[in-house]
DNA sequence: CGATGAATTATGCGATCACATTTTGAGGGA
DNA sequence: TCCCTCAAAATGTGATCGCATAATTCATCG
């Protein structure tokens, strides 16, 4: 495919690319064509589709708020980057858009939806909602190795509040709210949780960033310390409470703050 | 495309075929080449994508039980079964795949997932979640059209049940809980719930049709009525209890009665 | 009759092509 | 400077092609 030729395209350079993408995805194509090799002792390797590779880097893409709101995505352009056809790329941007995480424009072009002051509450409200069920499950539900996960993953949000690192502290956040919402035992919550952060997450970066300095307070409105202490004793109503207010007080912050789309239309 | 040709193909008649897929799916096209007609006063026809008609048909095919559990959809099948090509099935496919209506087998091929009872209590309790909470929001957003609505789809669902028809009772029944659900003012959490209808909806038909006989007595697990009038007085707390109530009994029976499958697997 | 293996078919996946429409950009005139 | 026009490029959408693998069929052998 000539992959030196477009390197001065870069037509999403704009906002820092989307990183590694095309190395990986070529790394993924070579692997795939090891997978049958020689009888020899070797372990099985896991053949990962090209539109899977796609998914998961606009995925990562979005959820790290590498993508400004409002920005379209067309399937060529996204192609030429990763150096591969249309069709994994269409395929991944079908499934973000029946997820809701991208919209079509009227013709059919799909973009990075803008997001409104009251669309993004209605959002947080449903994760209040479903999240906050998630917590108190995993207080019945989790495994001592979970609450173990969740604790360092808890460690590791703190230390990155304290270390003033915004894109640290959003993975984090990521990381450990996740290492919990997995142990609640219910697979139809988790999933619906994981929509309404490919809805919400790619927002978060955008209007938290203004704060830049502000982070170090964010643990004020921050309780997951509490809330891994919670989930250790088995105290479900606490921990659901907690997850609850850690939500509800985190949109409340960002509404307060985030500069929104206008909220006349629709 | 010769069309004709393939008349004898009909690999999905097994279970009705989609209805009347190809015809819908033609006209379509049809009306689509009409858009430009010329300037004499004519109103903007909406120009509906294949891929689009495709999934609505399958979706439809899905929400109303007749596709069975098990069932592989191949797009090459259902493309020769509605007379298009394989792309438009592929991308409707996708976006079902990506709702977790239907599943990947390890090559990638696709099929209607088979239940187990654990899985579908799982989604239960979900729906018992986001539903009850729409009942509750319905009753302080709701104008006094959707509650008239609301009413009207009321009494339509208990004609169905009086009529012991099972596929009519269903089919009130989507209608009558998606005129609430549309009118509780929250886009999320109506898409949390399309999802979660569309994962349940398939064994619905399945499981509920092996009483055909006793469809009057559903009415006894059956709170629409009261459901209607606690929305219409307002009665939040009621309405969402209501709601929770007709849910979680409809489930109890259906997991008392209904064959599901094997709970081993996974 | 049942099992095994080879040939055939079906299928997922990606690339490329084709077409209509939209979007963009340059040029020119008021 | 602003607006209009028109050509060129971009884009969504669907069809077709090709390849590798998986599933199925069928014939042969025990």
């Known amino acids: ?3 030196g030729t477009r390197e001065d395209r870069g037509a999403f350079r704009a906002f820092g690319a989307f990183g590694d ?3 990986s995805v070529a790394i993924g194509r070579a692997v795939e064509r090891m997978t049958k090799a020689s009888s020899l002792g070797l372990e099985a390797i896991e053949v990962v589709r090209l539109h899977e590779q796609v998914y998961q880097t606009l995925t990562r893409a979005l959820m790290s708020g590498r993508i400004p709101p409002g920005r379209k995505l067309t399937s060529r352009k996204l192609a030429a980057e990763l150096g591969t056809s249309d069709m994994p790329v269409r395929a991944a941007l079908v499934r973000l858009q029946s997820l809701r995480a991208l919209v079509a424009l009227p013709n059919g072009s799909l973009i990075l939806p803008r997001m409104r002051r009251g669309q993004f509450a209605d959002l947080m409200a449903a994760r209040v909602l479903c999240e906050g069920q998630a ?12 609450l173990r996960a969740i604790r360092q993953a808890g460690a590791a949000l703190t230390q990155a509040a304290l270390d003033q690192d915004i894109d640290d502290y959003l993975a984090r956040n990521y990381e450990f709210k996740f290492h919990i919402y997995r142990a609640c035992g219910s697979e139809a919550l988790i999933f619906l949780i994981e929509t309404l952060w490919l809805q919400a997450a790619p927002f978060l970066r955008q209007f938290a960033g203004k704060f830049e300095g502000a982070l170090a307070g964010i643990l004020e409105i921050d309780y997951h310390d509490e809330l ?7 105290n479900a109503t606490l921990a659901g ?11 409340e912050y960002l509404l307060a703050h985030g500069d929104f789309d206008a909220e006349a239309s629709s």
Do not use: F, P, Q
């Open 228 to 234: 891994a202490a919670a989930l250790a004793e088995r």
């Open 21 to 23: 993408l095309r190395w």
């Open 135 to 146: 917590a108190e499950l995993v207080a019945s539900h989790a495994t001592a190795a979970d």
């Open 241 to 251: 409470a907690l997850m609850r207010r850690d939500i509800h007080e985190g949109a």
């Open 1 to 3: 495919m000539a992959r």
